[in-house]
């Protein structure tokens, strides 16, 4: 019988350390993914004049000019955080504040910025959030405790453009994750509207997405452990972390994009959050559109209808 207890306890103790183990790997690696932020951030104005060469002369004009800027703010808790600006071609209260993904930064948001500034005539602000690009950080916070930066954004983008601007928040991915974050807190009365680009439903059931097809593992007790541990290192949890129920407080007009051919964050995900939103909104489910390229495959389009939204509620 003691021999069976004591298999029993070591057993047991086996699976608690590797439950702990697994839990700690899945932080590192999908919060501190430190080579491919460090790979993306080196070439990221490389990267993105291949994949949309009509940037390079954009970018190229603005910097001749002096128009596109660095800005930093420093938060409370002494982290400095850092963004690129651009007025728009003429003076004007309408402003965009762009919202990168997931190990990206602001300048692979700036085909949107050209969207916006060139093609629509907006100020426009492009954040790096907290442990991307130039911005400090101990880890990626998947756009939950980033909604709180990227509404100090948007205090700043109004002062910058002038105070009284009309604004509106465009995300991909998980930046579209932080815009729907962003827009279930109280916002300010510039504040007109949301696009949110493939954003997921929340945190955690992204995670036990990539979970289930990265590793072949269930959710239970990866998961719980793991977003326990992330509460402890770093102040959320996985649980809290939820672009839907955000949504559900939003009271502003908020458009949905989505590929249909998105595995990244799957198709699925935009139904329940479009279902979830009250009051005005529009969907696009892009046909054969991947994860984040609904733009790159679909740009006279995607203006177009950017436009027409926003147009409906900036003057």
């Given at each position: 019988m003691?021999?069976?207890?004591?298999?029993?306890?070591?057993?047991?103790?086996?699976?608690l350390l590797a439950v702990l183990g697994g839990s700690l790997y899945l932080i590192s690696y999908s919060l501190t993914p430190e080579q491919t932020i460090a790979a993306k951030d080196a070439a990221s104005?490389?990267?993105?004049?291949?994949?949309?060469?009509?940037?390079?002369?954009?970018?190229?004009?603005?910097?001749?000019?002096g128009a596109l800027r660095d800005t930093t703010i420093v938060r409370e808790d002494g982290i400095r955080l850092h963004a690129l600006y651009a007025a728009a071609p003429e003076p004007t209260d309408r402003t965009a504040v762009i919202v990168h993904g997931y190990t990206d930064n602001a300048v692979r948001m700036l085909m949107i910025g050209y969207l916006y500034n060139h093609d629509l005539g907006y100020n426009i602000l492009l954040p790096d959030l907290y442990h991307h690009g130039e911005s400090e950080?101990?880890?990626?916070?998947?756009?939950?405790?980033?909604?709180?930066?990227?509404?100090?954004?948007?205090?700043?983008?109004?002062?910058?453009?002038?105070?009284?601007?009309?604004?509106?928040?465009?995300?991909?991915?998980?930046?579209?994750?932080?815009?729907?974050?962003?827009s279930g807190e109280p916002q300010q009365p510039y504040v007109k509207c949301f696009v949110e680009d493939c954003g997921y439903t929340s945190v955690r059931e992204q995670f036990a997405k990539e979970l289930e097809e990265?590793?072949?593992l269930p959710t239970f007790?990866?998961?719980?452990?793991?977003?326990?541990?992330?509460?402890?290192?770093?102040?959320?949890?996985?649980?809290?972390?939820?672009?839907?129920?955000?949504v559900r407080k939003c009271?502003?007009?908020?458009?949905?994009?989505?590929?249909?051919?998105?595995?990244?964050?799957?198709?699925?995900?935009?139904?329940?959050?479009?279902?979830?939103?009250?009051?005005?909104?529009?969907?696009?489910?892009?046909p054969?559109?991947?994860?984040?390229?609904?733009?790159?495959?679909?740009?006279?389009?995607?203006?177009?209808?950017?436009?027409?939204?926003?147009?409906?509620?900036?003057?």
């Open positions: 003691k021999k069976l207890l004591r298999a029993l306890a070591f057993a047991v103790l086996f699976v104005f490389a990267y993105m004049y291949d994949e949309y060469p009509f940037l390079e002369g954009w970018v190229d004009s603005l910097r001749s000019r950080g101990q880890a990626i916070q998947m756009g939950w405790k980033d909604r709180r930066d990227v509404l100090r954004w948007m205090e700043v983008a109004d002062a910058t453009f002038g105070d009284h601007t009309q604004m509106v928040v465009h995300g991909i991915s998980m930046g579209a994750a932080t815009t729907m974050m962003v990265r590793f072949s007790p990866l998961l719980d452990v793991a977003g326990w541990l992330c509460s402890v290192k770093y102040g959320w949890d996985f649980r809290e972390a939820s672009a839907i129920d955000q009271m502003l007009p908020m458009m949905f994009i989505h590929g249909d051919a998105d595995d990244f964050v799957p198709t699925r995900m935009v139904w329940p959050l479009y279902e979830a939103k009250p009051g005005d909104k529009e969907l696009w489910v892009v054969g559109a991947a994860h984040a390229l609904s733009y790159r495959d679909n740009r006279e389009e995607y203006t177009r209808r950017v436009g027409e939204f926003v147009g409906r509620y900036i003057e």
